[in-house]
């Protein structure tokens, strides 16, 4: 368990300049969204933005700019090892992650929290924190999420439930794409790396589920199934759903209700 004891998000200042011999009693957070002259492994360079580093207590700290910077900062103790233990995050190493806008807002929640005595503070403090860690982790490993605009993303939002209740209807991606306003190649990446499946699969699997539904609790003939999930002929949809679930629709059935 880590206590935190002080933290800001995107905190600005005029200058800065820092120089601790002896380092800090406490573990430091450090993302630094400007240029920063720092000393590192007894060197002294100057970082590219969004430098990130964690300091261990007593590792000696020097760093300064003499230009107006913003960063995100968070003073702790505790036990960090088990916050750690599941990722490649090492103490006292300069970080240059692809992705930073995930720290400024996990930062910004974290401080929300601990200026406020809300229920269960604590519990969601150590949650947030850990959220914090294994994004960084990801993003220094290579392994972040594509960032999209809101607009995109509630586009792609509205467009998949509108094919979710109109399953009925021919989705070709061509037909997706122009719903979104993208090219069929960019569509088809921006949606697999949003909901992390490919369209056709998604569309898929939303009428397999749908089939499933009404297998089980309606009355429905395998034929009118499969003409209202928008199939050409019932062998199609026969052949799809087995593929899917490992048995017929009528075994399903069967199974299921048995």
């Known amino acids: 368990m880590i206590q935190l004891s002080q933290l800001r998000h995107a905190y600005p200042e005029r200058t800065l300049y820092i120089d601790r011999q002896h380092g800090h009693p406490e573990y430091t957070f450090l993302h630094f969204f400007t240029s920063m002259k720092l000393t590192y492994n007894g060197r002294n360079i100057v970082t590219e933005p969004h430098s990130v580093i964690i300091f261990r207590p007593g590792t000696p700290q020097h760093f300064e700019s003499d230009m107006p910077m913003v960063h995100d900062w968070i003073h702790f103790h505790g036990d960090l090892k088990p916050f750690l233990q599941n990722t490649n995050l090492k103490l006292d190493t300069l970080y240059y992650p692809s992705q930073t806008n995930f720290i400024t807002e996990l930062t910004r929640e974290l401080e929300t929290e601990f200026y406020n005595a809300r229920a269960n503070r604590d519990t969601l403090i150590q ?51 122009a719903k979104v306003g993208f090219s069929k190649s960019r569509f088809y990446n921006i949606y697999k790396s949003i909901y992390g499946v490919t369209p056709t699969a998604d569309l898929i699997e939303a009428r397999i589920n749908s089939a499933k539904n009404m297998l089980l609790f309606t009355g429905k003939k395998i034929e009118d199934i499969s003409y209202l999930l928008g199939y050409e002929n019932t062998t199609h949809f026969i052949r799809q759903f087995k593929k899917w679930t490992g048995c017929s629709p009528a075994v399903y059935r069967k199974k299921q209700q048995s």
């Open 127 to 177: 949650l947030k924190f850990q959220e914090l860690l294994i994004k960084l982790d990801r993003t220094v490993s290579g392994e972040s999420e594509p960032v999209f605009s809101t607009e995109i993303t509630e586009n792609f939002r509205r467009l998949r439930g509108e094919m979710f209740v109109s399953l009925q209807e021919k989705w070709p991606v061509e037909r997706m794409a």
